[in-house]
């Protein structure tokens, strides 16, 4: 059930409950808040200055905003003053996030002052003091119960040349006000979602931004707000609240800058809002391990990326093309440094078009290229045409397993293979990368590309191991038939990659777009297999060859419109698709969530999920503790999927979070073990 529904039922009984216990017998309790009301320096007749209600919270007690958020209630004035005397509307300082099982509060935790102009009758006598009353109302509430209180608040004002009022502390309060910004905002509502265009300067950092949003029912409050920056420009991205208005002529708000209390006030109408924009890390984002120690989990990754069922085979043989006779060691070194720059400007590439595309405003990530239907098919074609020449139906060079002899040729081979192998590598994520993938989404381009080198690198070092130590070469088998039996057993992984990319195309485009892809490989593969025969008879057959790659290029032109097939979900869990919505539906309801990111391409999505997750222990423990379970399907390029990920600092798949009954968030391991998840259910 979803609480933040009842948000204006609560306020209703909040105020209720307000009417009845604010009774002399109520009152008659000491408040959890104490109150006072402060005059604030001279003015003169018809002159301003400012009035303040000084609010002092016990410990584990808050109070809250002009808006309080899905549940509380802000605070009430009724102004008792002297004639021809006015009140202004109060100013309240920068207010805090308070997440209570599922539902965002506005809150202040600490000693605050609300701030309040006052106007001086026109015929008000120098020397005198003018008496001010207000009879103020709040709640006050800790994580478990909240208290209607009240207080009558007096004070005198100065006037003329009567002595001062406090100053100093008047401005210490100001300075916790928000800052009014020179320039108005700008905004787009849609029945989606909130955009703002906020004018900030760049130089003005941000470190766990938030925005308030004054008005109420407008926006979700708990949902994750998205932070990306253009030039001087902040652009917000807020989801709706349910049920929310239609239309809005302007919205007034304020914009945290950090944990410190620094915040602007803003108010935006309708008008251009930006897309893209640098991904700012934001109040949901966690902190960013520092860049040293990113580097070195980048570099774990990559390493481990060559078990990988597509990868094992290219760099099995690469390694073994170096025990060749006549192999030197100065050749060895350079066909090593080839693979490895290979390798690194594929990473380099992916990662600089990664960037791109979400500076541009594409929800995207971490091996977004296998949510493209029509790479998956150019995969597919590849791994099926290397499969087929690991078989040796033909002897067409795949790059990298044969040269023409000339050094040159190797080279440039070496070269080819890293790119391939690192293409087919980088949609595979380990436990290392989780956090630098998902960091280079959030960092300056430059060390978001340092990032991705070191992926690179981590893929290229066991051949630049073999290729610089000539004890790891001279350890390798002496070239033989063997190497003929083993090139045939590599075909069975790079099979097996294939057959896994077949199920995939069906996956990201239906039927139809699958059976013309297969009946274009199954083309490509006669023509190949027709070069290979005339190759065993001694004769050409670059005109069969480059007929086969003619038809790969026509084919993927010619594919129908992808239409993937409806999803569903198999699995022994009460799972249920994820979204926005949908899990703050569940924390609202104060139930433990479960919520896995997974995606068809993704090897060690369904390694965790046959070993961890969909098993019989977990679903135990899962139904006694009453766990949600959602589950976000990235195969296909989702919006929201990617939006949340960035919000966990995540740059793809796997993701595992738990959140608690009591609202707490927390990142689980990419590779989760049954006891583990038994373990949160039990908590």
Known sequence: MDLRCYRPFVALLCQICALILWSPQALAAPNHIAAELISGPITKPGGETTLAIRMTPEKGWHGYWVNPGDAGLGMQLDWTLPEGAKAGEPDYPVPQTLLVQGLMNHVYESEYAVLVPFTAPANAVPGSRLPVRVKAQWLACTEQICVPESADLAAEVAVGSAQPGDAARFDSWRQRLPAPLDAPATMALSDKALRLA????????????????????????????????????????????????????????????????????????????????????????????????????????????????????????????????????????????????????????LGGVLLALRAGGEQVGWAFQLQEPLVVVALFLLATAITANLLGLFEFTVPGFVGSG????????????????????TPCTGPFMASAMGAALLLPVLPALAL????????????????????????????????????????????????????????????????????????????????????RRGHAAAVQAAGALLV???????????????????????????????????????????VYMTADWCLTCKVNEEVAIERAETKAAFEKAGVVVLRGDWTRRDPEITRYLTAQGAAGVPLYMWYAKDGRAEQLPQVPTPALLAEKAGE
Not at 231 to 250: C, M, Q, W, Y
Not at 300 to 314: K, Y
């Open 198 to 349: 906020i004018p900030l300067p760049a130089s003005v950092e941000l470190s766990s931004p938030h925005v308030f949003i004054r008005e109420d029912k407008i926006v979700d409050y708990a949902a994750p707000q998205v932070f990306t920056r253009k030039g001087d420009t902040l652009l917000v991205t807020i989801p709706r609240a349910k049920f929310a208005p239609r239309g809005a002529e302007h919205i007034e708000g304020v914009l945290k800058l950090d944990e410190q209390g620094n915040g602007v006030s803003l108010t935006a109408r309708p008008g251009d809002v930006p897309v893209g924009g640098v991904p700012v890390s934001g109040a949901e984002a966690p902190e960013l391990p520092a860049l040293p120690w990113l580097l070195l989990a980048a570099l774990a990754g990559g390493l481990l990326l060559n078990v990988m069922p597509c990868v094992f085979p290219i760099l099995s043989l690469k390694a073994l093309s170096l025990a060749r006779a006549g192999e030197s060691e100065a050749h060895a070194r350079i066909e090593g440094l080839a693979y490895a720059a290979g390798v690194i400007v594929a990473c380099l590439a």
């Open 406 to 425: 000339s050094p040159r040729s190797y080279t440039q081979g070496a070269f080819a293979t890293g790119l391939l192998a690192a293409f087919v590598a």
């Open 452 to 535: 991705f080198a070191a992926l690179g690198l981590g893929i290229a070092l066991p051949f630049l191991a073999v290729a610089f130590v000539p004890a790891l070469r001279t350890r390798l088998p002496k070239p033989g038939a063997w190497m003929v039996r083993l090139r045939h057993w590599m075909a069975l992984p790079m099979g097996l990659t294939a057959l896994a990319l077949a199920w995939l195309v069906w996956k990201v485009g239906g039927g139809n777009f699958a059976t013309v892809a297969l009946a274009i490989t199954v083309v490509v593969i006669i023509l190949l297999g027709w070069s290979g025969r005339r190759q």
């Open 552 to 594: 790969a290029l026509a084919g993927l032109l010619l594919l129908p419109k992808p239409v993937p097939p409806t999803a569903s979900i198999e699995s022994i869990l009460d799972t249920r698709p994820f979204s926005e919505e949908a899990l703050a539906n569940a924390r609202a309801a104060g139930k433990p969530v479960f």
